[in-house]
């Protein structure tokens, strides 16, 4: 068993080395020196995993946090949207509205983080659960077009993200629930903030626990639960679940609204994280992220966390690079590299498979 | 592995030549080398002895090899005519299909092997052993001058592979080396002059036809003699147990497939449902089973009427399923061999805890029914797909009849496996029934119908036509019931 996990993550990994080997070839050709873009590669470690030679000889522990404290608000917010499309994979749908779930996740924690006055204990749990209510509510829609019309989950969720769009920061955030500093609304009550874990000189926040939980919690539902079975055997083979006597919808209902609750949460880790309200546009497209995540992590929900601490370190560090004049884009250049080698594995597969193959007689 | 090892064969104008051997033994990749879908990785290739290289299909049509498949290659809205040319048309002005053209050579073809066909018929409407003729003027018309056939009789009924033996032997006549592939001994004792058989991806042996028996040629394709078929034990039938009576359905295009099929089940029975591919059988296991609905009629299984069941219904109701489509129906292929095993049976123990999946208690249970299904290779964590079919279905049978279902369903439950694993398979029906409950085996396979029944109904147009005890079992009358051609009147 072991042996065949590895098997599955090994490729993928291959595809990581590959891709970044690619980046450092090409980004030594492109400055015609390959010491510098060994430094610019260095600058990305340093920022995204921490100064560490610092750290050791200076004493200043900050080297080190703070570069993190910035990795990990990139990571748990990649992880959640990862695994929210990695778990729909698991029933055979192809979550691209994580984005849109995103939105009413961030929206949902924004508006119960500033509108309602709890304890501390009491607040930030309840954010949470109306961001994953919000996330899990708006994959329902495309979740009921695909079982009662059967319209395809890949164009109800693609339009859908547009309809968040529109609603939340074209409607909602600009005009009914507006706060008093323009566009976005009112910032959220202290109670609501996730609270940072390494005290003032490092943003590391719950968020990173919180995402690498429900990276356990899904991996053990997964693989470890009777439920989760059915889960996978419904995405897998879906005529052969039915036939078994499975509840083929009932897992798909339950699936897509974890799937929503996911990419609710990565919302509301991004705003009650590092935002503190919802702005007049919320940020990077972490939604579309996920996709990448989840498939460069192979849909296991592990391998998802793995992809999602390394790019998340790998973004965070790439605005150090611009000290050296990189674009800070070049991190994400990678995950397109690493996505393409991820895709690419597969046509390989396809074609090996295709030459060993001996139909028996 | 190696699929093929060291295997000369050769083949003279005119002959009719066998290939046999069991699932694996390396026959079908033999063909495909033949045929331009493989190349081999040493030895050579002569037509007409000179030596080719044939790097597809094309390549191997072009020097007059022609191949029907098991799975037909034509495409059913077109006409007899359109299919025969599909590939090499016939153009006017150099570019509009020429359909005289075409329907002139297909009747000139017909006329010269004796083949009775209408170019102009559309293929959807023929049925298996009209398609199967097509398919042969198809080989044909590409200028084939070596025919293989793959498994043609499979799904042809007595008459229909009578006769396409008939025409097989009039090509071979005029010329045309035919290679038969077959598991089944008698017809490849019967029409064939020389049978050469395959073991591990070896030729192990071959033979003059004349003179030669079943059961020899048995003992060179398994390596050992093979062990006498069960007598046969009828049963004492008990209390009925499925029974379905005026029983309407909608096939998969929405139109009527089960027009009133009326038929009973006992406890120690098997039960056979003989027919020609189309004539409803698809529809009849799915309602059996919960997977499609009813039209009109009643159901009941154990005397408690389930007219309206979801398939979760059904097998709480104690009715096992062994579906035709092992793949789809059957099987998750990326799962593992224990997974699959349990599917169904995996919130109970030893498969499950409460609600966590028992992974030791799952697996100690998979290693003891691969154990005495003999399912090999004996590894409970590969992946389903990469078994052999045989093996597939060996797991799939375990897994139902671990159950314990009063009525088993088995839909074609030995199609495309080898003498071992049909003969394994066919033990444990039969054993099953044996122990008080029921099996409804729907086989397309006469032969097989007629080995395991004790009873027997014919699916003609979505009708049940007629019920014969084991007593009347005759395979001609039988074959002309499915066809149509008679009407029962017992």
Redesign the interface.
Known sequence: ?AD?RLARALPSLLAVTAALGACFVALAAALGDAGLAAEAFGQMALGGFGDVPRWLSTGDAAAVLRPLGESAGKASVLLLAGLSVAVAFQVGLFNIGAQGQLLWGGLAAAVVGAAVQLPPALHLPVCLLAAAAAGAAWALLPTALKLRRGVHEVISTIMLNWVAVALVENWLVVGPLQGPAGAGTAEVHPSAVMPRLLGESSRLNLGLPLSLAAAAAVAAWL????????T??VG??Q?????????VEGRTWTAMAVAGALAGLAGAVLVLGSELRYPGRLAAPYGFDGIAMALIGGNHPLGVAASSLLFGALRAGGTRMQLLGVHRGFPELIQGLALLFVAARLGWAWLLLRRKE???? | MRALDDVSLGLAAGERLALVGENGAGKSTLMNVLYGLYRPDAGTLSVDGAPVVFRSPRDAIARGIGMVHQHFMLVPTLTVAENVVLGAEPTARGLLLDVQAAEAAVEALCARFGFQLDPRARLGELGVGARQKVEIVKALHRGARALVLDEPTAVLTPDEADELFAVARRLADAGTAVVLVSHKLKEVLAFCERVAVMRRGRKVAELKAAGTTPEVLAAHVMGEPPPPPPPFQPATPGAPLLQLSGVCADGPQGRPALKGVSLRLCAGEVVGIAGVDGNGQRELAEVVTGLRPLTAGTLEVRGKPLTAGTPAAFRTAGVGHVPEDRHRHAMVGSFSVEENLSLGRHRVPPFARGPWIDSAGRHAAAVLEMERWDVRPRDASLPMQVLSGGNQQKVVMARELSLDPAVLVAVQPTRGLDIGAVAAVRAQLRAHAARGHAVLLVSLDLEEVLALSDRAYVLYGGRTVAELPRAQFDERRMGRLMLGTEVDRG
């Open positions: 068993m065949g693989l470890r639960t009777t439920h989760g079975l059915e996978r055997a897998r083979g005529e052969a679940a039915r036939a078994a006597g499975l509840p001996t139909p028996r007689a």
